[in-house]
């Protein structure tokens, strides 16, 4: 596979339920990201990873907890979320992160909270 | 605070031109992206800017003035196939990405 994946590509779930997304690319980037895309809204940065160290936490609440085990790998750790979460998530990754490299997304997991 | 603005939606024709505009004010600058997003895709690189000047790619140009916070995307010879939102984004003094809201441009034949 080339570029960046995520699976599921689709979740519902319930307020009380756990699940994770996944996010693998296959471009040796040493930064990878999450956001957050509602409609008509900006894309919303929630966290940041520069060579498998977190280096932003935009005000994330905790009930989203990121886990980056290598450079090529990235998930977002969901539990007891709210309907207001229901939004479209992309993981994207970069060269690295501090330089004004593009960012190559992945088809994201559009997540449903009932 | 940071900002950018692009306009909502734009209608346009194919084989037309179109111009997508976004300005934007953020603490300091170190260059401006536009990302192309069809409706349930990935957004993907098309540009990024950080001289003043037209920079030339295919059908598609950007524009960027730097004293006037502002920068256009222009497409030329309209495809149904360039219906998608268009986002602007800019990197800031701590290279962090600030992205606009999206404009939405609409084909008709």
């Known amino acids: 596979e080339t570029g960046v994946t995520q699976t599921p590509r689709h979740l519902v779930m319930g307020m009380t339920n756990k699940k994770s997304l996944k996010c693998e690319q296959h471009l040796g980037h040493n930064a990878m990201y999450w956001y957050k895309q509602s409609a008509k809204k900006p894309l919303e940065l929630m966290f940041v990873y520069n060579f498998k160290e977190q280096t932003e936490n935009n005000s994330v609440p905790s009930r989203f907890s990121p886990e980056c085990p290598n450079s090529s790998h990235l998930f977002l750790h969901l539990h007891t979320l709210q309907p207001e979460d229901s939004a479209l998530y992309l993981c994207?990754?970069?060269?690295?992160?501090?330089?004004?490299?593009?960012?190559?997304f992945g088809p994201g997991t559009r997540l449903t909270v009932t | 605070g940071q900002n950018i603005d692009q306009p909502t939606e734009m209608t346009a024709t194919e084989g037309a031109i179109v111009q997508i505009n976004c300005t934007y004010q953020t603490s300091g600058f170190n260059g401006l992206f536009w990302y192309q997003q069809h409706a349930g895709e990935a957004p993907t690189f098309l540009s990024y800017n950080v001289l003043d000047g037209l920079e030339e790619k295919g059908r598609f140009s950007s524009f960027l003035s730097r004293s006037k916070g502002y920068s256009y995307l222009l497409l030329k010879e309209l495809q149904m196939k360039d219906s998608a939102s268009y986002l602007c984004?800019?990197?800031?003094?701590?290279?962090?990405?600030?992205w606009g809201a999206g404009t939405k441009l609409i084909i008709k034949p």
């Open positions: 984004a800019v990197t800031d003094s701590n290279y962090q990405l600030i």
């Open positions: 994207a990754s970069s060269q690295r992160q501090g330089e004004a490299y593009e960012q190559y």
